[in-house]
Every structure is written in structure tokens, then in C-alpha cells.
């Protein structure tokens, strides 16, 4: 018995920290610090992303992505209901 709850203890203990080191926030994703997300830095946190969708969202054509322009990749779905487009 005691080595089941210590397994799962170590279990436990190794996914947290697996889950510390995932991206979760802009800035995280944003490996150069540039203020922009590349089509690479985005690709290694969203795989299925095609360079046809990263293109028609980078509007300036800066070979980045701002927030704003990621913000418009974002499924309408994934919206808190009731806040406007763009802020979540």
C-alpha cells in the first residue's frame, strides 16, 4: 500500500512540474522577447497551426504575430460569453 501512494506521489510531483514548463502566456511563447510571435515560436505551441492561417492573421506583414493579430486566430468559441471580440 505504501508504495502505491508513493508512487502516485512521485507521479503527482513529476506532471506538476511538466505542467510548470508549459507555455501559458504570450511572453512565454515569445522565445526572442521581440514583442511578436514567429510562425515557429507559435508552431511549437500549436502544431496544427498551417502558414496559410499564421499568414492572412499577420495583417502588417511582419512575419509576427501581435496580440491583437493572435487574438483574431482565436475561435469565437473560446470567448467568455458577453465580452466583446478581441479581449480575452
Known amino acids: 500500500m505504501h508504495k ?5 506521489a512521485a507521479l503527482g510531483l513529476t506532471t506538476g512540474i511538466a505542467f510548470a514548463q508549459t507555455p501559458t502566456s504570450f ?6 522577447a521581440n514583442g511578436e510571435l514567429s ?3 507559435l508552431q511549437a505551441v500549436w502544431p496544427d497551426l498551417s502558414q496559410d492561417e499564421f ?4 495583417v502588417d506583414m511582419s512575419a509576427g504575430l501581435s496580440t491583437t493579430e493572435l487574438a483574431s486566430l482565436q ?11 478581441g479581449t480575452n
Open 4 to 8: 502505491i501512494v508513493l508512487s502516485l
Open 27 to 32: 511572453a512565454d511563447v515569445d522565445a526572442d
Open 39 to 41: 510562425f515557429a515560436e
Open 55 to 58: 499568414n492572412a492573421a499577420d
Open 75 to 85: 475561435p469565437p468559441e473560446a470567448q467568455t460569453p458577453g465580452e466583446p471580440m
